[in-house]
């Protein structure tokens, strides 16, 4: 079976720092992706862990244990339009390029 | 770059009424995915196309959902008769080919609101 973790939701102070966390527990794994969702809105790429470590990409940073099957994604210096859903989806390394995708963390971030 | 195309936006039927939503994926992509999104819920993959070919339908609820990729470019989902339980965002995805990274975009999706 699949299953990915990650919390439900999270709130936090503009200008400061958010660490989500996901576990996940999956048949394989080829990669792991973190999607942002606004409300009403399609997914969009934030970023993409295959390797143990640390990627970075500006104010956004995620991080891979496989492992532990735990990742993180960072975010600093928050701005109100961070305000969204965060999923976490790992590719199990069956054939073709399916992604399971956890439940997403709501972010609220406050003034 | 013009992003995946879907339409209609929203619908909203009866309970056992037809309905159909229409995608058009980035141009050159050759992977095209549908997945259901319910409310509160992360994306679920329905099924995975490489070009006009399935690639994986293993979780499409095969007795009132049907899709088709004619061409190898646009598609379309199909669901008959609709439950309750259809209700959700249908979002359609594009990739360029399967592989080690191969980033998925999105489209906006249609929200589905079974009566």
């Known amino acids: 079976g699949q299953n990915i973790d990650q919390p439900t939701e999270m709130t936090a102070t503009e200008g400061a720092i958010v660490q989500i966390n996901c576990t996940y527990q999956t048949s394989g794994f080829n990669g792991l992706f973190w999607y942002q969702q606004h409300a009403g809105e399609a997914p969009t790429f934030l970023s993409y862990n295959v390797l143990d470590g640390l990627e970075e990409k500006g104010r956004f940073s995620s991080f891979l244990s496989r492992s532990k099957g735990y990742s993180y994604l960072l975010l600093k210096e928050l701005q109100m339009k961070d305000s969204a859903s965060y999923l976490c989806a790992v590719r199990p390394g069956e054939y073709g390029n399916k992604l399971v995708f956890g439940a997403g963390t709501i972010l609220r971030v406050k003034s | 770059e013009a992003g995946v195309a879907q339409s209609p936006r929203y619908k909203i039927i009866e309970k056992r009424q037809s309905v159909a939503f229409w995608c058009n994926p980035i141009?050159?992509?050759?992977?095209l995915y549908w997945y259901q999104q319910i409310l509160g819920q992360g994306p679920k993959l329905l099924i995975q196309f490489q070009n006009n070919g399935v690639v994986d339908d293993s979780q499409l609820p095969k007795d009132r959902f049907s899709a088709e990729r004619l061409k190898g470019v646009d598609s379309t989902l199909k669901i008959q008769p609709a439950k309750l339980e259809d209700s959700a965002v249908y979002l359609c995805a594009s990739s360029l080919v399967m592989g080690q990274y191969n980033e998925q975009f999105f489209g906006p999706g249609t929200r589905l609101t079974v009566l």
């Open positions: 141009s050159g992509h050759a992977t």
